[in-house]
């Protein structure tokens, strides 16, 4: 089943929406260093970050991750580069790099001590600056929480606010049971279909399991029993379609996207071709 329309009639985007919808239902900072991971276990240690010396180190690291975060600073055995270990020790399955390299804080485009989290999902990097004397390593975890947005993002109160700052403007939305014992395969599928669209759509994973995403459900006008299903949306200007899945197949997610992509292409060529009949 495919459903096409606007959701203008809410009186703001659907991204705000779901945003609004999140933070009413959880706090961000309640849950910063939680994500999913099993971070707890660590926090508090001291994990050495891995030496960049040079911008080769650097390009391969970051390259070599969905996620990467990079401590740039001007002394090794400062007190922010201290911070950044500790918040390394928190958050051990994300990839940290550390430099003091002129060359390599040059290249990045760096004049002071600064912590940088690199993401291939949308090819972006986000900036926390570390010589405001109240940037700690609870508040570099948080940062890096709020903003580790993967190829499958699943949507919380902490990614949400990532996502609302993500450069793609097109998302995708496969509403699931995360309980299912189809969910490990579906998952396999839906990150495979991901990767074909990098760069131009973001995938987001919503457990219909959680309390908080229920109104989620209801907002895209599906039932329980509908599910799993995909729903899209474009920011912009508020076009969605919702396509509810016996099965989840990376052919399936893959027609239903492109077919959306078709749309939005045929929306964008419509103004140009008045245009041009009109002076003709």
Known sequence: MVRRGQAGAMGTSVFLC??????????????AEDGGSASHSTAGTAEKPVLLNDIADAKAFIS???VAVVGFFQEP?????????????RIPEVPFGLSTSPAVLSHYSVTANTVTLFRRVDNDRRDLDMNNKDVDAEKMTRFIRMNELRLVTEYNPVTAIGVMQSSLQLHLLLITDKMSPKHPEQMHRYRTAAELFKGKIFFILVDSNLKSNERIVSFFKLEKSQ????????????????????EVSVERVQDFCNRFLQRMQKKEDEPEEKALSEEL
Request: net charge negative; hydrophobic share 45%; with cysteine.
């Open 18 to 31: 779901l945003f609004i919808i999140l933070l009413t239902r959880g706090s961000p900072a309640g849950c």
């Open 77 to 89: 055995e400062g007190p922010e580069a201290s911070q950044f270990r500790l918040a390394a020790g």
């Open 64 to 66: 070599s991750a969905e």
């Open 227 to 246: 599910l799993p299903a995909l729903a899209i949306f474009h920011a912009p200007d508020e076009e969605q379609d919702v396509l509810t899945l016996d």
